[in-house]
């Protein structure tokens, strides 16, 4: 009788036991924040079959899995992606509305990252003027700074400026890739002198070294089963290349490719990368100095292979079974350097991607290209027939209509007639699915379907007059290869996945944002919500 008391209160005990010491973790020592730029969800299941253990098959197996996480704004573009995931917010919020957008009162096209105050501390001067300036709320990133009263570190890498500046958020330090040089840059924004550790990786010359053998693909090129055949008329080659097969040369392919840049359009881009990582890990000793301290990697390689090569390709399909294999070693590194469990990773994408067009119309699937040039010329004479002569059309960019204000006041016509009776003119043509004008942007509020990612997507202050949507696989491309940037399914469903410090095993198939990363990891680490976060905390993961 004693004997199953005993073990009775040992059975009560055990879970309380073991939750009490759980609790004296309060804090992981590190966050990775992994941005994989233009991941699909589906990638996870479609190259699963040769996928290691612990790369994304272990964060399948160990984290938590939001199924149906999808970007809930128009447009899709890495830019937007990047600072939502960080901000929990969306463009209407944050700002940045593009890649590139148009302004009015500057009468030219900016970079999301461009910041002429600033000059480039190593690199080119010209891939110096980099920082977070033009995005107006705070990231996850500033919040964990501000928490600790600027003891923990943030840190922003990748290839592309803009996927290391805007996670990085307005406290944090960026680094990125300088094509001209080979070498990773920043900019005053940040220092005004590379730290030792940047100089010692530089110095390595990793670029070189990557760029100086082929390309081939991991296994045997005819068990890549789950790509179209390697040599088609749908992807775009490389410059000096009239095939797209493989093996590549790459030394041979530097001179016409943007030389230091053709990395990013190889997997080695990826390796590249994470070589930072380690040596950021290590020269700011990144969660080893009693504070939470955050790693943001974006991978620029999978979306230039994607852009050049489509989501169909042996190209693609190599890269991710390459990337898989490199988080594994990383994760492993973690795992070696801080403890199973004391550090906390999400991955997800900046946007996802369509299907090439030309491939699509091969397989009889309704597609299109949308010459942006033939509309902009009717548009321009549309409005001289009906308002006079003038150029009426100030920008016509990422599929919005940038009216010329002035030119409408000096005739004394109202903006709002103009938008309504060219929006019903732009109907007309194959391709457009739907046209909203800026003023039923400000007037209504759409709570479903693509309007309402459009207002998401639409800033008061710097978007267009007129907002189209196309039909489902149209692109505003007429080259081969493919992009992104609709608020179609294709470009919408994107990974999210926490795994690591206080996180369940699991997965999920209820509708999710990316907007709600940011929010869930202020719960998590208990700190404040990103100042314009408009997402919600994943109850999922949290509960």
């Not at 094509?179 to 940047?198: C, D, I, N, Q, R």
């Not at 080659?237 to 840049?261: C, H, K, W």
């Not at 696989?473 to 007429?478: E, H, K, M, N, P």
Request: with cysteine; proline share 4%.
């Amino acid at each position: 009788m004693k004997i199953s008391r005993l073990i009775l209160v040992l059975l009560v005990l055990f879970p309380l036991l073991s939750k009490a010491q759980e609790a004296t973790v309060k804090k992981p020592k590190l966050v990775v924040g992994i941005v994989v730029d233009q991941m699909r969800q589906e990638y996870f299941y479609k190259f699963e079959d040769r996928y290691t253990e612990g790369g994304f098959k272990r964060l399948m197996k160990e984290g938590f899995m939001m199924k149906n996480a999808h970007y809930n704004y128009i447009p899709t573009y890495t830019g937007p992606g990047h600072a939502s995931v960080y901000t929990g917010a969306t463009p209407s919020t944050h700002g940045i509305i593009a890649n590139n957008w148009y302004v009015r009162n500057l009468g030219r096209m900016i970079y999301c990252a461009e910041d002429s105050t600033v000059t480039s501390v190593g690199g080119t001067a010209s891939n110096g003027k980099i920082s977070p300036r033009n995005m107006f709320s705070t990231t996850i990133s500033d919040e964990l700074r501000f928490a600790s009263n600027k003891r923990s570190k943030a840190v922003g890498i990748a290839i592309k400026d803009r996927g290391a500046a805007l996670p990085a958020g307005h406290m944090g330090d960026a680094y990125w890739f300088d094509s001209k040089t080979g070498e990773f840059m920043t900019s005053t924004y940040y220092h005004e002198e590379l730290p030792a550790w940047v100089k010692e990786l530089n110095d390595k010359q990793l670029a070189q070294k990557y760029l100086s053998g082929k390309w081939e693909t991991l296994f045997p090129i005819e068990t890549y089963v789950q790509s179209i055949a390697d040599d088609n008329p749908f992807e775009g080659p490389f410059i000096g290349m009239e095939t797209t097969a493989f093996p590549y040369d790459l030394p041979a392919l530097m001179e016409y490719n943007d030389d230091f840049g053709l990395i990013a359009t190889t997997p080695f881009g990826n390796t590249l990368t994470l070589d930072m990582a380690y040596a950021v890990l290590e020269g700011e000793q990144l969660g080893k100095r009693g504070e939470t301290d955050l790693l943001a990697i974006s991978f620029s390689s999978p979306d230039y292979i994607g852009h050049r090569f489509g989501p169909t390709s042996v190209e693609l399909e190599d890269n991710y079974l390459r990337l898989d294999r490199e988080l594994e070693q990383f994760f492993k590194h973690l795992d070696s350097a801080y403890g199973v469990g004391e550090y906390l990773v999400f991955l997800t994408a900046d946007h996802a991607v369509a299907d090439i067009v030309d491939y699509m119309l091969s397989e009889n699937v309704p597609a299109g290209n949308f010459n942006t040039r033939y509309i902009l010329t009717q548009m321009r004479g549309f409005c001289i027939v009906n308002y006079g002569e003038g150029n009426w059309i100030s920008s016509f960019s990422n599929e919005q209509v940038f009216l010329n204000y002035d030119l409408a006041k000096e005739k004394g016509i109202s903006i709002e007639k103009i938008q309504r009776e060219l929006a019903e003119f732009l109907l007309r043509f194959d391709g457009i699915k739907e046209v909203y004008t800026a003023t039923d942007m400000r007037r209504l509020d759409y709570l479903t379907g693509r309007k309402h990612l459009l207002q998401m997507g639409y800033n008061h202050k710097a978007s267009g007059d007129l907002l189209l949507i196309l039909e489902p696989g149209w692109l505003s491309s007429s080259w081969r290869g493919t992009t992104h940037g609709t608020g179609y399914t294709y470009d919408t469903h994107v990974p999210i996945v926490f795994m690591g410090w206080n996180i369940p095993q699991g997965e999920s198939s209820r509708y999710a944002t990316v907007t709600d990363i940011a929010p869930t990891l202020s719960m998590l680490l208990n700190i404040r919500l990103p100042n314009g976060a408009t997402g919600q905390p994943i109850l999922e993961i949290l509960q």
